[in-house]
């Protein structure tokens, strides 16, 4: 069973530092991971999809990269803003077996960026 | 504008009562999911949908009842069975399920509580 784990559950920093968020997951059978953001009782944007095959993807300041083998993604978020100040969930698109198509989700990681 | 739109913000359930929460979509999407948030823990699917009069079991089905008679439409019902039922519900669409890159739109989610 596929289980998505994010470091970590919460960050806070001043404006303008880079910083990186971590998920994890135990089954390298995926198809992709997306990164999404959640602002407080909303629903959730998406920001980033990597597809298996693809290493990044970048948005803006944004950065996520994907080592499908070792079962990790990083997001990497440059010049931090106050405006970034928010829930980051990823979730992965399980391939094959039971799980075929379904995404599984972190905990997300809560972010705050101080002025 | 496109998108989805969940009703209503916030409800309230009486013991023994069964809730409906809506979900409209506009993005002419086949694929319809809903999913449950409990604080601190990642997303969790409850049923989806991958065409109309169509509807599969997620991981935490069991007290929940969903109906997909129109490609747009697509309500939850939070029965009486459902012991634990306070939580904030997520409504997601895609173009197609399955195999695909394209990530899932979100409405802005219905909060439940019990009174």
């Known amino acids: 069973k596929q289980e998505v784990t994010q470091i970590p559950a919460a960050l806070s920093v001043p404006e303008g530092e880079n910083l990186v968020l971590n998920c994890s997951f135990t089954?390298?059978?995926?198809?992709?991971l997306q990164w999404f953001r959640q602002d407080p009782g909303k629903g959730l944007t998406s920001l980033l999809l990597?597809?298996?095959?693809?290493r990044e993807q970048t948005s803006g300041r944004l950065n996520a990269s994907l080592d499908k083998s070792s079962g990790r993604s990083t997001l990497y978020i440059a010049a931090s803003q106050p405006g970034d100040s928010a829930t980051y969930l990823c979730a992965v698109k399980n391939a094959g077996g039971t799980s075929y198509g379904k995404l599984t989700f972190g905990q997300g990681t809560i972010l705050t960026v101080h002025p | 504008d496109g998108g989805i739109t969940q009703s209503p913000k916030y409800l309230f359930r009486k013991e023994g009562q069964n809730v409906t929460l809506s979900c409209e979509q506009n993005?002419?999407?086949?694929?319809m999911y809903w999913y449950r948030q409990d604080p601190g823990q990642g997303l969790r699917l409850i049923y989806y949908s991958q065409i109309v009069n169509d509807f599969q079991k997620g991981d935490i089905a069991e007290g929940y009842s969903v109906s997909r008679e129109k490609k747009e439409s697509f309500p939850l019902t939070v029965t009486s069975a459902q012991k634990n039922p306070t939580a904030f519900y997520l409504c997601a669409s895609t173009p197609t399920q399955g195999y695909s890159n394209q990530p899932q739109h979100f409405g802005d989610g219905t909060r439940l509580s019990i009174l």
């Open positions: 089954d390298s059978a995926i198809y992709n």
């Open positions: 990597i597809q298996s095959s693809q």
């Open positions: 993005l002419n999407h086949d694929a």
